[in-house]
């Protein structure tokens, strides 16, 4: 069963630290691309970071460039997402993605994070 399981979420204040992680099975991660998106209260999914499966090149929004670092260890099958200097606009739902060779194209359920003092 493919499955991508979202942790590391939580409550945080402004300029905190918190570091998501996304766990995977039932597909070999190294031939997958992943990408991090968010959904803001009362807003639509938005793209936060990419990470390919070729040569780990990396993508971030203009938001959080500077900020957020994604990486991916394919021997444990996991991809993070290190979010540094924390704001109230990154307050949201985050979810892993994966895009396969051949079309493939998985979600996780998400995880909260919430930026409030």
């Known amino acids: 069963q493919v499955q991508l399981v979202e942790s590391g979420g939580g409550l945080v204040q402004p300029g905190g630290s918190l570091r998501l992680s996304c766990a995977v099975s039932?597909?070999?991660?190294?031939?997958?691309?992943i990408g991090w998106f968010c959904r803001a209260p009362g807003k639509g999914r938005e793209g936060v970071s990419f990470i390919s499966s070729a040569d780990g090149s990396t993508e971030y929004a203009d938001s959080v460039k500077g900020r957020f670092t994604v990486s991916r260890d394919n021997a444990r099958n996991t991809v993070s997402l290190r979010m540094d200097n924390l704001k109230s606009e990154d307050t949201a739902v985050y979810y892993c993605?994966?895009?396969?060779?051949?079309?493939?194209?998985?979600w996780g359920q998400g995880t909260q994070v919430t930026v409030s003092s």
């Open positions: 039932g597909f070999t991660l190294e031939y997958y691309a």
């Open positions: 993605n994966a895009n396969g060779p051949t079309g493939e194209n998985y």
